[in-house]
């Protein structure tokens, strides 16, 4: 780390924004409570996807307020764009993303810097750690968090330290950037995945650092929670397009159930039997989930609500999976109805 007598290093922050009117406020005040390093300042750059409920001009009231706030026009709309839009305006030799329905320790990005110092990692980030509002919201955070529901990603432990395929956000220096690229503007979702796959396909070091540390707010309604998974998943068969393969191979299995599902309610004239064992399995195997997602919250009053919870996470992600490669199928390109950001 430079000395303060050094010149100070600058780190630059990027974030996209869409209608966050109710969000703003506090991710801002998140972002500049950000306690850095000796030597080191930084610029919060916030890209505004042409925002219609009073975000954009209470973000150019903010940034008249304080000169470390910068906003950024994002005419694309979606998080790829404004990300690259962020990118291009950056005069960081660390560029770090932070997300607008997220929290900060005071000293994330001190230990973004520290990570990438101690690591010589090419992105680094910490666990993605979920706390939802309301009893709904509370489930989905616990279902969120549980390994038995999304397939053991260490993303979701936050006691890990090491390497990983994909981490939360990320924080990168700017050579990055020029050697891999940025974000892929042809994916409305999952372009942080495929950022990270392409930097590991070319040699690159990913790492978690339980150091790292934010909260997440997830949706808060079962509809909310089930659109975003479609869209996150009809958007996976475009990035295995792209690379001729997926981030992981968990990214497969929700597909892979509702196929199975499709699959024996076909075979209902024949026999009844294949599609009550796969009830049974998914039942008993939702139970327990929903038993260790309650008991890892330490709320087991979430119980009645998790099962529903970790449906629509598998049954959004794997029927957006299924209709991504349908329209692959019939060379079609994205669907306009997976074209915008759900929230």
């Not at 000395?3 to 630059?12: A, G, K, V």
């Not at 209470?58 to 790829?80: K, M, Y």
């Not at 929290?103 to 110092?117: H, K, R, S, T």
């Not at 009053?301 to 529903?308: G, H, I, T």
Request: proline share 6%.
């Amino acid at each position: 780390m430079p000395r303060p007598t050094e010149t100070p290093q600058l780190i630059s922050v990027i974030v996209p924004c869409r209608n966050e009117r109710g969000h703003i406020d506090a991710f801002c005040d998140s972002a500049l409570a950000q306690q850095l390093p000796p030597g080191w300042r930084m610029e919060v750059l916030i890209a505004d996807g042409e925002s219609d409920d009073g975000t954009r001009e209470h973000l150019l009231q903010r940034c008249a307020h304080d000169a470390r706030l910068v906003l950024v026009d994002n005419p694309g709309r979606i998080v790829s764009t404004g990300l690259n839009a962020c990118i291009a305006r950056a005069q960081g030799q660390v560029i770090a993303r932070m997300d607008v329905h997220s929290q900060f320790a005071p000293d994330y990005l001190a230990q973004c810097l520290e990570a990438l110092e101690r690591t010589g990692a090419d992105n680094v980030g910490g666990p993605w750690v979920a706390q939802g509002a309301g009893p709904t919201g509370a489930a989905i955070a616990a279902a969120f968090q549980c390994r038995w529901v999304v397939g053991g990603a260490r993303s979701r432990d936050t006691d890990y330290e090491g390497e990983v395929d994909t981490v939360y956000l990320g924080c990168w220096r700017r050579s990055v950037f020029e050697r891999f690229g940025g974000f892929d503007e042809a994916l409305v979702r999952n372009q942080d995945d495929e950022h990270n796959l392409r930097l590991r396909l070319g040699g690159a070091r990913i790492w978690q650092s339980r150091h790292i540390r934010s909260v997440y707010t997830p949706r808060d309604s079962l509809a909310h929670l089930f659109a975003q998974q479609r869209q996150y998943g009809y958007w996976r068969p475009f990035v295995m397009r792209k690379h001729g393969q997926p981030g992981s191979l968990r990214q497969l299995v929700p597909a892979v159930f509702v196929a199975a599902a499709g699959a024996c309610t076909l075979a209902l004239p024949w026999s009844a039997a294949p599609l009550a064992a796969l009830a049974l399995a998914y039942g008993s195997y939702v139970l327990l989930a929903s038993c260790a997602a309650a008991r890892a919250a330490g709320r087991w009053s979430l119980l009645p609500r998790l099962p529903a919870a970790i449906a629509a996470f598998h049954a959004g992600y794997g029927l957006g999976t299924w209709r991504g490669l349908w329209d692959l199928a019939r060379a079609r390109g994205p669907s306009s109805h997976f074209a915008r950001i759900t929230r």
